[in-house]
Every structure is written in C-alpha cells, then in structure tokens.
C-alpha cells in the first residue's frame, strides 16, 4: 500500500497546478515505470479517499504503466522486455541490460474551461 | 477542456530527501545500505551476527524499520551497536524523510557503515529511494525459490542478494540453482551470497564484501 505516499504526494502536486491555474481539475494523466510497483486500482483508490473535500474531489485519474526497457549487448537494439522471456527480439541474444525504470510522473492536467 | 502539461515527479518531496541523505553520507563518506526482503527472511538475525563478527573492524550503526515495537532495536542493541528504531503505525515502507531525522540521532562521526533494515515487504520499500549507497535483498530458503521471477523490482535492483537458511535446503525443495539464474537474468552485476545466520555458515564472505566497501569510503 505504498499507493497511498503516491496518492499523497500526488494530491500535493496536483493542488499546486490547480492553485496556478485557478480552475476545477478534471482529469490527470500520470505515467511509471513497471518496477514502481504501482496498482492501478490501489492508486485510483487511495487518491479517491484522500482527495474527499478538496478541490481535486472527483478528478480522474488516467495511469500509464510503461514496461521495463532493456538494450541487447550484441546488436544494441533497446527493446520492451518479457521478464519470462528475457532475450533480445531481434538477435535472440541473451546479454541484455536492464534500463532505467521510467519515474513516477505526473504529466499533465485536463482542466474545465474558465 | 484545457491540457496542461506539468511533466513533474510525483515522489520530488521523497527525493529531495534522499538526496540530502545522500550528501549528508558522502560527505561524511560513510556507506548505507537498505536491507529489504519479507517478514520473517532473517533480516535482524543476519545484522545481530554480522555486528558480532565485524566487531573490532568495522563501526556499524543499525537504523532498525518497523510497523510497530521495539524488538528488533533490542535484539540490535544487545550487540552493542548503536541504533534508531522507525515505527511506521502502518505505512509498508521507510520513506526518505524518516531516514534524514534518524540519521541525526545516530554518532555517524564514529560510524564507519550504516545498515537500514526496512520494514518486511519485498514489494512497497523497493520504489522508495532513501538515499542509500546500495539496496541489500534477503531471500530465505523457506519462501521458496520462485520469489526473484515473482518480485523482480527488488532484484533487479539489490546490489547484493543474501540466500539465508541455507541450513534448511536438505528439508526443502529449493533450487538453488534456479535461484542464482535467475537473480543474474534480472542483474548481471550483483553479489550473492548464500548463508545461514544461525549457524554461520557463510558469514565470511559477506561480512568481507561489507569491510571492503566500508574500507574503500575511508581512503
């Protein structure tokens, strides 16, 4: 449940554009990496309950999971990788490097038009 | 309707912490691993003896991760070592901020290394930086050696895989073989040592690894 530090946080983030923009947010769209370990459900959820009487009540949240990346040391190709398959689509090598997970972002915020 | 773009990391107020944390250490040059791994793997165990076997060689400071109690403080305490414990009320993971106040309660001036023991979950603590020079995973041999396909983030992410209970493996089914393949399918560049934290077995190699990289911060 560390959905809830997200939701969080997420609230903060959200509540200071809302503050900048001066209008009722509708929607956010928010993007992780696969090893964030974020559920959709759980997120969507906690942000519900603690988003209750604030200015973000009823905001919908849009998540984006992005899968793990990974570079094939033999033909450098970069690829979306399989866990259960872990080898290069391309080459079939098997010496691949794990990328960088992509961040928890928060992207961008569909307001009501003023 | 209006788009707005903000392109902003949710968890900045967590890395801002961590990044403190992380200066605060370095200059200090004292190294700080997060240990994670599931209720029950041995963590406190494997610290106690760890503590206990570097005695005389290496200062080691414990910040101990809890939902509740002191116990594991204790059994830490009882070796000597100086050590902070975090009751979380609840929350499944240390977060960045906690580790910066716990810090501050620690002599890090006499310390040469210092061990954050997590609170048990091998799922919440892995996507929280805490600053932290490496991440420890710890697998016991009674969860099973499906974990490392089940729960990748971790190690995927552990500088260091420690196998605990290896006494038990004559009365289990685990594969230690599958196990060691498939952590390095996941992590090419990671140390994994196979150990029992009650009879010692083991101990040795690991407790090497943690004097040498408490020796390399101090040149």
Redesign the interface.
Known sequence: ??E???AQ??L??ISA?VRK?N?KP?SAK?SCG?????NNEVLCFAFEAISKDTACEGLKLYIEQKPIQAKCKNCSGVFALD??K?NCPNCRGEDI??LP?A???????????? | ??????????????EEFANQNRRFLSQRKIPCLNVISSPGSGKTTILAKTITTLKGKVKIGVIEGDIQTDIDLQRIQATGAPAVQINTEG???L?AAQISAALHKLPVDDLDLIIIENVGNL??P???DLGETAKIAVLSVPEGDDKP?KY??IF??ASVVLINKIDLLGVTNFDIEKVNADIL????GVKIYPLSAKTGEGMQPWCNWLEGIAAKRKQ
Request: charged letters at 25%; one cysteine or more.
């Open positions: 449940m560390h809830m530090t997200i946080s997420l903060e983030a554009e923009q209008a509708v928010i696969a090893f964030g370990g974020v866990l259960h872990p490097e794990l997970d961040p928890l972002l928060l992207e961008e915020i569909e307001f009501e038009e003023g | 309707m209006r788009k707005v773009t903000v392109a902003k990391k949710i968890l900045i107020a967590n929350a499944c993971h977060s799922v919440c892995s996507a929280l396909a990748p983030a995927s992410r399918k996941l992590n090419k």
